[in-house]
């Protein structure tokens, strides 16, 4: 759900005919994947395994894909940029379609290193419609995203803390202190506070994610707390706070919503030098590193672990 701006632009210029439809089954669920019929015949099943691999990475948060049946559709995007997926978008229906425009020459080395689909699918996770609070989907899409890829092995667990470091600095960047993340939320774009916004709600799922670990003794996560939402809620439309609340009673916490009122009512990206020390993870001229030997640092390396080893 990014780079809306783009959508009429590249609707238009898109073919609408879709050639070949491939199937990709787990157990009793499906996964469509159309292919556009512009794609080259040769770069069909470098595409096809870079989809089936970031599908299994999403399988194995929990176990199951989120949709029992759910739809990808492969477009070409002729670009001279460098970016190999350059534009993606989740469309929440019956069923839940993920549109991605790549370029047709990058190869599936650089597709399935680069994080937008990871990031697309990772949006799956939550029964959220569409409607208000973009942060808190968009925060957990961020969030998941740098999870999955390492979960995946696109890089290690200290690359994984690297990233959300940066995304954290990046969005410190404020254009609006006057304004609430919720107030803030709905016009980012206007106000070009799109890393606030993002990263603000990826604070906002790290916190809950390591409270949740710390709790439980390891227990519990928002992996866990996914399944259960998956169980009860997975055909819902839901707003951002009543998933909240939801997950605050499927793990019998008071934590999500107390954390949803303070990030939603927060004027800055809330700090987390603190909550990283807390987890052992120490910070040098703004690189990261991991101290194994910290009480927390199993709780920690499990967030960069697979719960589902290879999701299946
Ligand atoms: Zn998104």
Redesign the pocket.
Known sequence: ??RCHLLILLLLLSPPLLAERHYYQRGDQHLEIDLSEQLPQARRDDVLGWIRDTADALAAVHGRWPRDRWRVRIYPYNTRGSDPVPWAQ?NRGDPDVVSFYIDPRASRERLSNNWTAY??FA?LLIPYRGWGDMWY??GF??YYQNLLQARQGVFDEREMWQRLHDGFIRGRTNRRPDLSLAELSPSMRENRSFMRV?WSGAWYWFRADTELRRRSGGKQSVDTALAALNRCCADAAMSAREIAIELDRLTGQLLFVPLFDQVAGSRALPPFEEQFAELGIELENGAVILRNTHPLADIRGSIARPVVPGGR
């Open positions: 759900m990014r989740v990031h697309e949006h989907s968009e899409a961020s993002y």
